[in-house]
């Protein structure tokens, strides 16, 4: 009698947690379903599309490390489409803190550190000037522990170029505040640093005519005639898919030309 009631009390509080289960089961189904519908959306270029559904994802799954660190790349590139501020600084905003909820979740891994490095570099476009450097400088930082995790990393390659540019060909202005703020920061980076990153970038994604593109304007700075015009050439062999690649390509041409007019 004893062993049959235990028995009864076991049956009973499985069919009174098996509803929970259930739903959690069919939550994370669902929450996997979305993820691959919404990755097959963003590898079509289809980026609004694929950004509703890794919300979607979130709002079932709301600590989905992947969905964070998608939905913020995707805010950041959304963003910069924009020409009005509002839209502009509300896709930001929103990039900023998915990257930040997914730093918190794993701060040590490549891409939640990407996720903060591009999100804050955004920050810093819509910032002030003192603003703006301290993103800058903060870029640096998550940027360094995105590589560290990952050296094959393109896009934390593509912002490390970014990185060396700016703080190599800072105004006047800036130098006097970096090196206020900073010790002066802008004194170790380089043109040169600049372009072996973005050559990174380019190797371990040679499809971004974007890489291509950057890397050209820094031989340009540098007066490197023959690299600059073997990028150009490069890029503009390439296959595009969106209007963004084929104003790129527009770039590239004209850059090609002046080039080979020196």
Not at 242 to 259: A, V
Request: hydrophobic share 40%; aromatic share 10%.
């Amino acid at each position: 009698m004893k062993r049959l009631f235990s028995t009864f009390i076991f049956a009973a509080t499985l069919c009174i947690s098996s509803p929970a289960a259930m739903a959690a089961g069919e939550s994370a189904a669902g929450s996997e379903l979305l993820l691959q519908q919404a990755k097959q959306l963003l590898n079509s270029y289809k980026d609004s599309e694929a950004l509703q559904l890794y919300e979607q994802v979130l709002e079932l799954a709301p600590d989905n490390f992947e969905a964070l660190c998608k939905a913020s790349f995707l805010h950041c590139r959304i963003g910069e489409r924009f020409t009005d501020e509002t839209s502009k600084i509300n896709h930001y905003l929103k990039a900023k803190q998915y990257a930040q909820r997914a730093y918190a979740l794993n701060p040590d891994e490549a891409e939640s550190n990407y996720v903060m490095a591009l999100s804050t570099g955004c920050e810093a476009m819509i910032s002030g000037p003192r603003q703006r450097l301290i993103d800058i400088n903060e870029v640096k930082g998550f940027v360094d522990a995105a590589l560290a995790r990952d050296n094959r990393h393109a896009g934390a390659w593509h912002i490390m170029g970014r990185w060396y540019y700016k703080m190599a060909n800072l105004n006047l202005a800036e130098k006097i505040a970096s090196k206020m703020l900073f010790d002066g920061v802008c004194g170790v980076a380089t043109n040169e640093d600049a372009a072996k990153a973005l050559e990174n970038a380019v190797t371990f994604d040679p499809g971004n005519i974007q890489y291509y593109y950057e890397l050209a304007s820094v031989y340009a700075e540098m007066k490197n005639s023959s690299a600059c015009i073997a990028t150009l050439e490069k890029a503009i062999s390439l296959t595009y898919e969106t209007k963004e690649e084929l104003e790129l390509s527009r770039r590239c041409k004209l850059m090609l030309q002046q080039q080979q007019r020196i």
